[in-house]
């Protein structure tokens, strides 16, 4: 809401009011003067009356000096009131000299009119100066009139004596009311004008305000480390509100502490005062900011707060601003001031709390982003510790069942035989996930060294084709092989190439029911080794491409069995080891994953925690 004006305001605007009046009325004189020398010379002209020009030509000629005076003398604007007289009291005597002295009878009497020219701005001005100007008037009009006829009863009772000095006090009352109603008219527009000023320093107040919240959601958003957000909190806190000190306090509910755990304050932050607990019930604004989103101390109170280390400086505003978890108080942000002007105040009050509502959201994602570490942490060492336990007594059975179908224990029929082997299949197969899922672990964890060594391309791969377990080709599948002969010499690890190419090869036998398996291998255009593993299987939908790489996503109704991981370890290997993968595929008509390695060893060893992005349709895949 506006406030009124002041009485000082009020008058000093009235006065400035009266100066523009001043500079207004003698433009008017001037615009008046030449219209009644233009009007006499056009009378004079036409013969029209018995007017003597001379004394009239004079007395506007007066009239015209003392506008000038008006409008060159400083010294008199400087005193508004006493110009607005001293012009009201030229006017009468110019208009009451011209009249007198140019004409007489009728003429005389209706030039009586002019004098309205000084009634008119009187009245505006107010009642005082309307009555006094209609009696000057009058003293004028009757002044003349006594010269003409005498002094006498019947003069002054007459009509021509009264009927002018009627009009003079209606008019001055007249005017006195238009001026009154446009007095309050211009008094409701400052107020307006004021009130809208004041809404403008608002709302740019609010503007400047929501410029900084913005700068510092975007500089608190721009990480979810938490010592780095209570790092830029503090910092850009104190350089938006101009603090001399800012801190960051944690509250422990369950034992009714809080403590330091960053300010602005070098020492401070990294000394002693950040290993120091506080009780929540030794500080009372602590427990004030459970129901109050901020607190504001002042004097005594504010140079007394804990566990700061601000090297002597004293502070004489210290703003307190609530962080919430949960609508328990889980902290609060510290401002101090050396000095802060109470005007100032209530805008530091404000946008401190716009920075602890932003800053108790990033917080609330960091400590979530921390719980999910966390977890996937404890996720990844649970399947670690079980994958080992489990890997132990399977390899116990595996080495029995190949004892007993070698006949270490007497002879076994052929059905026997037959349950033998299958069951040796599914084992080794439990096995293989055991492993992937161990080496997924070790990948996380990053526990999986690289060991390079110099590599026969076609050597490691006629390796892993004896290798393949019989239980994964059908009788119904041709396996091929297109692999260069002349192939150079690679510098890679040679058990995580083989892991990947194992693992595309099981794909691609798992899902194809006809047809052939090829295994290609050569060089690209630009000298790097292509291995290549084709399949005419069931082929992979287009939309599934974005994700088969994802750990534990497969096709939906593909039927393959399995975890879900051996494309996605396969990815994570190859990105260890500088190579791309490449899927190209057509549902029915079967699929084609092109590894892509340099000669030269280019590992990947810090990005172990970092896969790069899912794939798309035929891009590569790190």
Not at 90 to 96: E, K, N, Q, R, S
Not at 170 to 179: D, E, K
Not at 394 to 400: A, D, E, P
Not at 523 to 542: F, S
Request: hydrophobic share 50%; glycine share 10%; with cysteine.
């Amino acid at each position: 809401m506006g406030v009124p004006p002041r009485g000082g305001d009020v008058m000093r605007s009235g006065l400035d009011d009266l100066v523009t009046f001043n500079r207004w009325l003698c433009m008017t004189r001037l615009r008046a003067a030449g219209a009644v020398v233009v009007f006499t010379l056009a009378l004079a002209w036409l013969g029209i009356g018995d007017i003597a020009s001379a004394p009239a030509l004079a007395a506007c000629a007066g009239l015209f000096v003392v506008s000038g005076i008006g409008l060159s003398w400083d010294r008199l604007a400087r005193a508004p009131r006493v110009l607005f007289y001293l012009q009201s009291l030229a006017d009468l005597a110019g208009i009451t000299f011209g009249i007198g002295a140019s004409a007489a009878g009728v003429e005389a009497l209706l030039f009586r009119s002019v004098y309205a020219l000084t009634i008119v701005p009187a009245g505006l001005i107010s009642v005082p100066s309307g009555l006094a100007m209609a009696t000057a008037a009058t003293l004028g009009h009757e002044a003349l009139l006594v010269h003409e006829r005498g002094l006498s009863l019947a003069t002054l009772a007459s009509v021509e004596s009264l009927v002018p000095t009627f009009l003079f006090f209606l008019l001055a009352q007249q005017c006195f009311f238009y001026g009154a109603h446009l007095k309050r008219k211009n008094t409701a527009l400052a107020s307006l004008a004021e009130r809208l000023e004041e809404s403008r320093q608002r709302l740019g107040a609010e503007a400047r305000t929501s410029a900084a919240l913005l700068d510092v959601a975007r500089t608190l958003s721009s990480t979810l480390e938490a010592p780095e957000i209570l790092a830029r909190l503090n910092s850009t806190t104190s350089q938006q509100l101009g603090a001399d000190w800012s801190g960051t306090f944690l509250v422990d509910p369950d034992f009714g502490t809080f403590r330091l755990v960053a300010a602005t304050d070098a020492d401070a932050a990294a000394g002693e005062p950040e290993r120091l607990e506080f009780p929540v019930s030794g500080w009372a604004p602590v427990g004030r900011l459970a129901g109050e989103p901020v607190v504001v101390l002042t004097a005594a109170e504010a140079a007394c707060t804990p566990g700061l280390g601000r090297s002597g400086r004293v502070l004489s505003t210290m703003i307190l601003a609530a962080l919430y978890h949960e609508r328990v108080l889980a902290g609060f942000l510290a401002v101090g001031f050396g000095s802060l002007p109470a005007p100032e105040r209530e805008q530091a009050v404000e946008f401190l709390s716009g920075i602890a509502q932003h800053a108790t959201i990033v917080l609330r994602n960091a400590r979530l982003l921390e719980e999910v570490r966390l977890a996937s942490a404890m996720k990844s060492e649970f399947v670690g510790a079980i994958s080992h336990e489990l890997r132990s007594p399977l390899n116990v059975m595996l080495g029995y069942l190949e004892m007993t179908l070698d006949g270490a224990f007497g002879p076994i029929t052929a059905e026997q035989r037959h349950a033998l082997r299958r069951t040796q299949e599914q084992s080794l197969m439990l096995l293989e996930m055991i492993t992937a899922l161990l080496d997924m672990n070790r990948l996380e964890a990053g526990r999986l060294p690289v060991q390079p060594a110099r590599v026969s391309v076609p050597q490691l791969l006629e390796e892993i084709c004896q290798q393949l377990p019989e239980g994964w080709r059908r009788p119904e599948v041709a396996f091929r092989r297109a692999i260069v002969a002349d192939l150079p010499e690679i510098e890679t690890d040679p058990g995580k190439l083989k892991t990947v190419v194992r693992n595309l090869l099981h794909n691609a036998f798992k899902f194809t029911e006809r047809g052939h398996v090829m295994l290609g291998a050569s060089l690209t255009p630009e000298g790097d080794l292509a291995i290549t593993v084709a399949d005419t299987g069931c082929g992979i939908p287009p939309e599934a491409i974005r994700y088969i790489f994802d750990m534990f996503r497969q096709v939906p109704g593909s039927g393959g069995g399995g975890v879900g991981l051996g494309l996605h370890l396969a990815r994570r290997l190859l990105h260890v080891l500088g190579g791309t993968v490449r899927v190209a595929s057509e549902v029915g008509k079967g699929t084609c994953f092109t590894v892509t390695l340099p000669l030269a060893a280019r590992f990947a060893l810090r990005q172990r925690r970092r896969p790069p992005a899912p794939l798309a349709p035929s891009a590569d895949a790190a």
